[in-house]
């Protein structure tokens, strides 16, 4: 208050105290009427200036003139310097400056103005030297404007202007974006008042960002025509780039949820700006006058204007010509340059002050080069500094980001979103009220959505509202109308805050609302139906050969078993000597017809055969067959796993190029949704194609809801085939066991959460979902709902139950066990007939009847407990004729009923004592030779049980009996191992007279000789074995 008093005082005093020592110079003003409040300022900063400068006293000559008739302005000019004037400010408006300018230049007289002027061209500047603006340079402001309208981040705007003028200082704004994707929309507005027709059309285009630069007085007029047609909504955006917007009293306008931002060249609360609005309220009241204005609301070319005036007088003074400066004394048509003109106008040109518009500097042309600009936001309150620029710097922003935030909180806390979506499982369903419960409100619905919206709602602190969209559509472009419906329709016409369900996030779709982050990640896939399960087939097992293979199997194991039997009966080595202790008198084949086919079927089963082929074709044809076999039955085995595990057909098609390569199946999508702009759009030859057989296709493919789709998958009986998003795919396949996902992913696309453009909540919101994905709550809400909530997973654990290999039930193995069953009857009815026929050549051999011998046999296979048998089923009273019976089969007897050593062992030691020493009774005749026909009994020979083999005897032709080749080795383990081994134990010399019989014997017999040149103890009786 003491500088303002201070102020005053020099006003009145300095003037008087001065007297009329100073020199007087005239400076002269142009203006349009005597009306004008720039007035005030020119003659107030004179004012000022002749308090501080005692050295020179500038005297203020105003004339009115039409500043746009030029030949006024000529005859203005130049009577303003022919009455001596060494400065002239102005004028502010009109198209006369350039031929003030060019009088100026010619005298060289400084003229200052203070308002927007276009670019010179090169050629033009040679004519306005000796013009100097304080008004912001045009191109420099030009570049100010484009950088913060670039700092909001718009995808698109709509600028409106109204006259020439506002387009070319606009001219860097239309370069910010991209054109190709976002282009900018410049409209002009006409001369009628009433402008909500124009306004109608930039409501119905969707943008909701808007630059309006028009004069003061027509821009409260077209903001409260927006108003009523509610085009400045909480996401409405307006930026005016006009320098006195802050001069205009919004009244009502202040309080709307509109984004209203503008620029201004003054802080007013700076202490320069005070002092100067107070000098002309104070002047105006000496004068007489009622002036009052507030600081905030100062006009800037008043304020530029008293910079003109303070910028002159200050280069005036510090130029120090006052001694020899002159008043010019000149007239126009003498073309006359006044000598300190150009001095004071390059002087001032290289100064740079700080005034009350901040920093000004210029360049060589006159041009301010320097200034601030300072963004701000219309609030309840007033404006809102929020950033400066200026062409050194850039854009600062003032606020940090925390104030930020916290200013979007509160407005956030007090907020309650409407959330527009639809019905669709996982994403929201209604819910199912218990009994006596009244559903209101949110809990109406369940779902994905729900569980996402509250988690955002919990870290932000807001309400919210689920609402339907009315059309229950995502949202579509309409070509023919260019309108949108559904839920993105809600949100262009401010119906709704966000959209929330599996709303696809499209380059389309981000033309007309704005996404957070995507919450999920997806793609379009094929929905089909599982191919039925195949009728059960007991006989399965004959699946992995066809009928033709088993065919020639069957032929090739009889032409085997034929040939093997051939080739055996002509092969030498397979004749074979039945009795090996002596020399052959014939010899017999093994290989029948029922040995070859059991070789041939053992090997074909892998189960080998106990008879082996000894020559060389007999081997050959064996080792192919055994080959043969081999593949077969690995080829076979690997088969039959694959059979016996698919319980259902592969699927006709895998692939997108599957179903565009047939035309049996018939596939489609949604209507209207994004799977279906997809293939519409798509320029891929296999969707181009696929599209045109949907869009062709008739009956329609097309369904309204996914739903729908899925159902007609159900019906189709493997004829349709379903598009549709992989999510809502996948949440089918969890619950409905019979569909299937066939293929991958066709595209990646993306779920997000829409809201309308130039939301002030999406930094926030976007935040809140990159948290949650983070935190690894956006995988557990899928969880929950696609595994857990209503039946998922059923279908994944039956799976699951199977393992990687299902398990095989009856019908997959049943005529397995058909031909086991059949191959166990015929072996019973074989067994049986076995039985039989030997019980009636039991009754034959021991004369006695059938009821009595199929009695004894039959009583005997009851006695499980006995395991050996013996040779003659009567015994008692029909002893003797069982031994005349048995000398009448006794080879029969000798064959068949051997007597082994396993039964030896379980009949007890005496019964094998005995059997053992009628054994040895008949060694002696069973090796007599018939050269030799006395030959002296053996002494008693010790007996040592061999539990390997058995001893049979068969007689010879002359009546005597020999050991049968297969119980040589027996034979002479049975004679010589006892008596060795108990001379070794006694240490006493063998029975020489036993020893020498035995050599004896051997000498006698080659084939035995050959066996039996090397026994225990040779020396003991080598020279008797060579006699």
């Keep these: 208050m003491f500088f303002l008093f201070l102020t005053h005082f020099l006003l009145i005093a300095l003037p008087v105290l001065a007297g009329i020592d100073r020199s007087q110079f005239m400076v002269g003003s142009i203006f349009t009427s005597d009306k004008d409040e720039s007035e005030i300022a020119f003659r107030t900063a004179v004012d000022r200036a002749n308090i501080l400068e005692r050295n020179v006293e500038l005297v203020p000559i105003v004339v009115y003139a039409n500043t746009d008739d030029s030949f006024i302005m000529e005859k203005m000019v130049c009577n303003l310097i022919s009455q001596g004037v060494i400065a002239i400010f102005g004028p502010s408006t009109g198209s006369s400056s350039d031929i003030i300018a060019s009088i100026c230049d010619t005298l060289d007289i400084p003229h200052i103005v203070y308002d927007w002027i276009p670019n010179e061209s090169i050629p033009d500047r040679e004519h306005s030297t000796m013009t100097l603006n304080v008004h912001p340079d045009n191109l420099l402001l030009s570049q100010g404007l484009a950088e913060i309208v670039q700092s909001f981040a718009w995808r698109s705007f709509t600028v409106v202007y109204e006259t020439d003028k506002e387009l070319q200082q606009l001219q860097d704004i239309l370069q910010v974006g991209e054109p190709s994707s976002n282009p900018t ?303 993105v329709r809600q949100l262009i016409d401010g119906n709704a805050d966000l959209g929330i369900c599996d709303l696809t996030m499209t380059s389309s779709r981000r033309q007309a609302v704005d996404f957070t982050p995507p919450f999920m990640t997806l793609g379009i896939s094929i929905l089909f139906s599982k191919p039925p399960t195949p009728p059960t087939d007991l006989f399965s097992f004959l699946s992995p050969f066809s009928l033709d293979v088993w065919i020639y199997m069957g032929s090739a194991y009889l032409f085997i078993s034929l040939l093997l039997f051939a080739l055996a009966r002509m092969a030498p080595d397979d004749w074979e000597n039945p009795h090996p202790c002596k020399e052959p008198e014939e010899v017999e084949n093994i290989w029948s017809i029922m040995n070859t086919t059991w070789l041939s079927i053992g090997s074909l089963m892998g189960q080998g055969c106990d008879i082996l082929p000894k020559a060389a074709s007999t081997r050959l044809v064996t080792g192919m067959w055994w080959f043969f076999a081999l593949m077969m039955l690995n080829s076979y085995t690997a088969n039959l796993a694959a059979f016996l595990t698919n319980s259902r057909q592969a699927n006709s098609i895998n692939s997108a190029e599957d179903l565009a390569a047939q035309s049996k199946i018939k596939y489609g999508a949604m209507a209207g949704g994004s799977t279906m702009g997809f293939f519409r759009d798509s320029n891929f030859s296999t969707y181009q194609k696929m599209w045109t057989a949907m869009e062709s296709a008739s009956p329609s493919v097309f369904t309204k809801t996914n739903d729908e789709g899925v159902e007609r998958v159900q019906k189709g009986k493997n004829l349709y085939a379903f598009l549709m998003e992989s999510t809502t795919l996948e949440y089918n396949v969890e619950r409905k066991c019979d569909l299937v996902q066939i293929g991958g992913w066709l595209d990646y696309k993306s779920y997000g959460i829409a809201m309308p453009f130039n939301s002030p909540y999406r930094k926030q919101i976007s935040a809140a979902v990159l948290k949650l994905g983070e935190l690894g709550q956006l995988a557990e809400l899928k969880r929950k709902w696609w595994k857990e909530m209503h039946g998922g997973g059923n279908c994944e654990k039956s799976d699951e139950d199977g393992g990687d290999t299902p398990e095989l039930g009856l019908e997959n193995v049943g005529g397995v066990f058909l031909v086991l069953g059949l191959g166990l009857f015929a072996a019973m009815v074989l067994g049986c007939t076995e039985f039989l026929w030997n019980v009636k050549s039991v009754a034959i051999e021991e004369k006695i009847s059938l009821k009595e011998a199929f009695k004894s046999e039959a009583l005997f296979a009851a006695r ?128 020489m007279a036993r020893l020498t019989w035995l050599v004896g014997l051997i000498k006698d017999k080659p084939y035995i000789k050959t066996q039996f040149k090397i026994i225990l103890f040779p020396k003991l009786f080598m020279s008797q074995f060579y006699g």
């Design 185 to 487: 929309t410049v409209k002009q507005l006409g001369p009628d008042d009433d402008h909500r027709p124009f306004l109608k059309e930039i409501k119905l285009s969707t943008d909701n960002c808007l630059i309006l630069h028009c004069a003061p007085d027509n821009l409260l007029k077209i903001l409260q025509q927006a108003n009523e047609l509610k085009m400045l909504g909480e996401y409405q955006s307006v930026f005016i780039p006009l320098l006195d917007t802050h001069s205009i009293d919004f009244g009502e306008l202040s309080g709307v949820e509109a984004n209203i931002t503008t620029v201004r060249l003054m802080d007013p609360s700076d202490f320069h700006v005070k002092n100067v609005v107070h000098d002309w309220e104070e002047r105006e009241k000496r004068e007489g006058r009622y002036f009052k204005v507030d600081p905030n609301r100062v006009k800037s070319q008043m304020i530029l204007l008293n910079d003109a005036v303070w910028l002159f007088s200050k280069g005036l003074t510090e130029l120090g010509i006052f001694e020899e400066l002159t008043a010019p004394d000149l007239e126009c048509r003498r073309k006359k340059p006044w000598p300190f003109g150009k001095r004071i106008i390059e002087f001032i040109k290289a100064r740079s002050e700080e005034t009350s518009t901040g920093r000004i500097d210029f360049n060589e042309n006159g041009q301010r080069s320097f200034f601030t600009l300072r963004f701000m936001e219309l609030n309840s309150d007033g404006f809102l500094d929020l950033a400066t620029w200026d062409p050194v710097n850039g854009l600062d922003v003032l606020n940090d980001d925390e104030e930020s935030e916290k200013r979007v909180g509160q407005k956030l806390s007090n907020k309650t979103f409407i959330v527009s979506s639809r019905l669709g499982a996982p994403f929201l369903t209604l819910r199912e009220p218990q009994e006596g419960e009244v559903l209101t409100g949110n809990s109406r619905y369940e779902g994905y959505s729900i569980d996402l919206i509250n988690e955002i709602a919990k870290m932000l602190n807001f309400k919210f509202e689920f609402r339907m969209s009315p059309d229950g559509k995502y949202g579509a472009l309409n070509k023919v109308t260019q309108t949108w419906d559904g839920i």
């Design 864 to 991: 499980i407990w006995i395991t050996t048998k013996p040779v003659h089923t009567s015994s008692g009273s029909g002893s003797s004729t069982s031994s005349s019976s048995s000398s009448s089969r006794s080879k029969h007897s000798f064959k068949s009923q051997g007597l082994s050593m396993k039964s030896l062992k379980s009949s007890g030691y005496q019964d094998v004592e005995a059997s053992v020493h009628s054994k040895l009774k008949k060694i002696g005749s069973m090796f007599s030779l018939k050269s030799q026909t006395t030959v002296t009994p053996p002494p008693e020979i010790g007996w040592k049980l061999d539990k390997s083999t058995q001893i049979d005897a068969v007689p010879t032709s002359d009546g005597d009996l020999e050991l049968i080749p297969e119980a040589s080795n027996l034979c002479f383990s049975a004679l010589l191992v006892p008596e060795i081994s108990s001379s070794i134990r006694t240490d006493r010399q063998p029975d």
